[in-house]
């Protein structure tokens, strides 16, 4: 890469493109439709540090020429089309080869910055429904029998920091200084719509999805709801995330602190009162319903019902207990 970036260095840009390209054309590994196991070739990962070596000080406005390029001779714009707008997991192959063209070439290994630019410009040209399946094609959970997308995960029951860590470092870093072009109701925005991508997924996968987004992002994503007026549906995030942070072992006071500054973004005594009493009767909620199907003896190999119920138990009496800390740690000062 170094030397080919030393030996074309007086070559206008789409030129040194035009003669990178002469020289890795004969590897099936770097077509999308060439290497026959994707999965386990490194051709794409190798083509990336190339590239990165290759661009390394170029101007944004050269950048962008090389994703042009790299977009037209890999005609992906037609191939995410068709991903993006046919049914998810119709197209599990090509699915996979998206991701790990995008993964391999242009984000992995890239420092904070270049990842922004180049996922901007995976994303940026689709409307919004579109960006947030994309995301979840690239950073979504995978098999680990054949690396293809498993687009039920997030519908079927909870799942795990693993499955979630890949879509939570890129809303990350969109949301970060280094994406200029996104801004936060935009990231906001998409968080909305990927967890409705392929259906409206379970609560609690999108409060693990916060809480591993980081405090900002977190915040900005509960305030946005407090400010619109959706008082019951942020009391049950809330809850979610109380149980979340139950079950991962997070610090409770993190809740409670996080409850606490969301409270001072409604604007009047009233609209507060009225989301706490929501968050109580939320509470009171799910734990009938979870002590109705302990009662029903509704229990599976794991005994998720009463394990369930255990966990949300345990959550409130940690969360109340942080509560009073709070009350009357503020009490002594006062």
Not at 93 to 99: D, F, G, M, V
Not at 228 to 236: D, H, P, W
Not at 297 to 305: F, M, P, V, W
Request: hydrophobic share 45%; glycine share 6%; with cysteine.
């Amino acid at each position: 890469g170094l030397l080919l970036k030393r030996c074309t260095l007086l070559l206008p840009t789409r030129d040194r493109l035009k003669y990178v390209h002469k020289v890795l054309s004969g590897v099936s590994c770097f077509k999308l439709s060439g290497c026959a196991s994707p999965l386990h070739c490194l051709g794409l990962q190798c083509y990336g540090v190339f590239l990165q070596i290759l661009t390394a000080g170029w101007d944004e406005l050269e950048c962008h020429r090389v994703f042009n390029f790299l977009w037209e001779l890999s005609n992906l714009a037609r191939k995410v089309q068709t991903v993006v707008s046919g049914k998810p997991g119709s197209a599990r192959r090509l699915e996979l080869r998206i991701r790990l063209f995008c993964r391999g070439v242009l984000l992995s290994g890239s420092r904070r910055g270049d990842s922004a630019f180049w996922l901007t410009r995976i994303l940026k040209p689709w409307p919004m429904v579109n960006q947030a399946r994309l995301l979840y094609i690239i950073f979504g959970p995978v098999s680990s029998r054949d690396g293809h997308v498993v687009w039920q995960k997030m519908i079927e029951g909870p799942t795990d920091e693993t499955s979630l860590k890949g879509l939570a470092d890129a809303i990350k870093l969109l949301y970060g200084t280094e994406a200029r072009e996104w801004t936060a109701d935009d990231v906001i925005s998409l968080v909305d719509e990927l967890s409705v991508v392929p259906q409206e997924w379970l609560m609690e996968n999108n409060a693990r999805l916060l809480l591993l987004s980081g405090n900002s992002i977190c915040f900005t994503f509960l305030a946005s709801k407090a400010v619109n007026g959706r008082a019951v549906e942020l009391a049950r995030l809330m809850v979610f995330m109380v149980l979340v942070c139950e079950k991962d072992l997070y610090c409770m006071d993190w809740a409670v602190k996080m409850m606490h500054k969301v409270c001072k973004v409604f604007s009047s005594p009233w609209e507060r009162k009225n989301f706490l009493q929501c968050l109580e009767n939320t509470f009171a909620r799910m734990l009938m319903d979870m002590l109705q199907a302990v009662l029903a003896g509704e229990r599976d190999e794991e005994d998720s019902s009463f394990l369930n119920l255990f966990h949300l138990m345990n959550a409130q009496a940690s969360f109340h207990k942080e509560i009073l800390y709070m009350a009357m740690g503020n009490s002594s000062s006062t």
